[in-house]
């Protein structure tokens, strides 16, 4: 049983993409924290707790943004030209 359990959470884990996303842009002030995001055809300015498709924004920092998937989580550094 745990054999089969390991099994399928690892085929999860491989079936899972991570996304093609950069981060053009972070802006952070007492006011909050809003990230601007670019994919491959469009572009979006999120903030925490925010949905983008099946993904969820789920910290935005200095260095990056952290989305979350299910139980994963896929950090997106900051693109500096």
Avoid: H, N
Wanted: aromatic share 10%.
């Amino acid at each position: 049983m745990a054999v089969a359990l390991l099994l399928l959470l690892c085929f999860e884990a491989l079936a899972l993409s991570v996304p093609r996303i950069e981060v053009s842009g972070i802006v952070i002030s007492e006011r909050g924290r809003w990230a601007i995001l670019r994919g491959q055809s469009q572009g979006w300015i999120v903030r925490p707790g925010q949905k983008l498709g099946d993904y969820t924004v789920k910290r935005i920092e200095r260095a990056g943004v952290t989305l979350g998937f299910k139980k994963y989580e896929f950090f997106c550094p900051l693109t500096v030209p």
